[in-house]
């Protein structure tokens, strides 16, 4: 199986559920345990920070593993820790494709032309992660350069079975102050994003019936996104803001079709960081922070499946 | 001097031209002798190439260094070669800090809160590099997320005496497809960008009066340049398109103000690629690629001088 959707799509089927666990490392948060370690095996706080980045993403994986279809990367916290943390993301990435996880790199790149191709050589890999050196399934992609800045992105990924995710609605209080711009037509800007992006998932789709051209639409804005869901019906969903961000499984229902596909939802800190908030910090000792990884994402899971159409997938 | 505006400034006047020179370092293009001497230092293909990238870049800051205030690694570049490309472009960084120029990472980052703000804390360095892991003195950023995400940007900038240049106006032939959506208010979205822009270059001014947050605004469509000159009077500006992407001195002359301060302009490929193309190909071999580089260099720099305001420095 070749194409992103497709791909996807099994692993959602696979794994009954449509969540997806973002990674999304803090230094000053870190279990107490793995930076014990990162400390026994670097000593610039560069690269202790950077191996307990690995160390702690590396644990989540394997703990997230048999539950969810894909794993999101967030790569402004690897990239903080310059050179030793993109290592560590590359780490990161290549041990969630071991495990089987579709990983989608949340970079939000974008450029003209050729620098455009440039990321999208970079990061894009699809199928077979050997196609590029950062190897990830998917990367999340910002608009604002235009159009043909897109189509770059999705050549590589239609060639290699990767797919992209173009920022539509983000999750943010100030996601209005550009994307809600309304045009003469009446369409604010979000929705003429949203217009092209369905475009280039219909000219991409796959089996599924989905592209390999996606959009992020963020939680926090429900109204928005049952009217996007409707007006890209082939165009797989990624949609932060569930959890710490204050979206609930009932804000994003309408992001499904009616078989539970169309959607991935992501939860970041609420799952890495679950041993530092009730109700699981009262459950687990610091040092059992991997079983209040666990605990969070089941929650996760069950929530879904009990709010939205994502529930069909368990029957 | 600590502040971003204040520091340009002065290299641009010290160095008497605007003259920015990219680092867009692309693998198929290099010159036959930085290429034999990456592969007897590397291996593996992909270190090969950052070899050579490090090389090839490493050189050009030398020829440039004495003639330009500022140089703009394009981030793309670098990040196409994995984990070994992101150590080559802080080598290059490091480089040319070393030799006091002003470094502009061009990395087009943009992303919500605290992610935004991993981004700043990595990049954003100003007036002492150690303060970051990359060392940029400014970075480029895309506002399509909302105002509320250059918040971030715009602090950790101030507090280090760094800058941020905000994507108005890109230089792509598809610029206009979403940057141009105008509102009821006749107010097209780069206008509400380059407003929200002219704020906080205004909040965050430095004795030269220009701001510590900058614009993108493109050389290719030199009408808006001018009026987007008026519009955000203290803001400075990087303009890209000068060169290999069409546009001339001319269709810059009026990002400066009377000073020749103000703006920047940036060539990338004509400047690094200059003994591949004429009239520099039949002037130089291949292995005097380096005073084709100087030869480039000097050439745009005069062509800025005898076109546009920034010809005062040199008087």
């Not at 202790?48 to 997230?64: K, L, P």
């Not at 309408?254 to 609420?270: E, H, W, Y």
Request: aromatic share 8%.
């Amino acid at each position: 199986m070749h194409h992103f959707s497709d791909r996807l799509n099994a692993a959602v089927v696979a794994k009954q559920t449509p969540a997806l666990v973002g990674l999304d490392p803090r230094f000053d948060w870190l279990p107490p345990d793995v930076l014990t370690a990162a400390r026994t095996r670097a000593s610039d706080p560069l690269s202790v920070a950077a191996t307990a980045f690995e160390e702690f993403c590396s644990r989540i994986i394997d703990v997230v593993a048999p539950l969810v279809p894909a794993v999101k990367p967030q790569a402004a916290f690897f990239e903080q820790l310059g050179p030793a943390g993109c290592q560590a993301l590359h780490a990161v990435m290549k041990k969630a494709r071991d495990r089987g996880l579709v990983v989608i790199c949340d970079a939000k790149r974008g450029d003209i032309g050729t620098t455009a191709e440039a990321y999208a050589q970079a990061y894009l890999a699809g199928a077979d992660r050997d196609q590029s050196p950062w190897g990830a399934d998917a990367l999340t992609v910002n608009p604002y350069l235009g159009d043909d800045t897109l189509t770059p992105f999705v050549k590589v990924a239609q060639e290699r079975g990767a797919g992209i995710y173009v920022l539509v609605r983000t999750s943010n209080p100030g996601a209005g102050t550009f994307q809600d711009l309304t045009g003469a037509d009446g369409r604010k800007l979000f929705e003429r994003v949203a217009q092209a992006v369905d475009r280039l998932s219909r000219e991409t789709a796959g089996t599924s019936g989905y592209g390999a051209v996606g959009a992020v639409v963020g939680a926090t804005y429900p109204n928005e996104l049952a009217d996007l869901r409707i007006a890209m019906p082939q165009t797989p969903l990624l949609i932060p803001g569930y959890g710490a961000q204050g979206g609930g499984a009932a804000e994003v229902a309408a992001g499904f079709d009616a078989k539970g596909l169309g959607a991935i939802v992501n939860s970041s800190r609420g799952i890495n960081f679950a041993f530092r908030s009730e109700p699981y910090k009262t459950q687990f000792a610091p040092d059992e922070w991997e079983q209040a990884v666990e605990a969070a994402t089941r929650a996760m899971i069950a929530d879904i499946a009990s709010k939205t159409p994502a529930g069909a997938l368990q029957r």
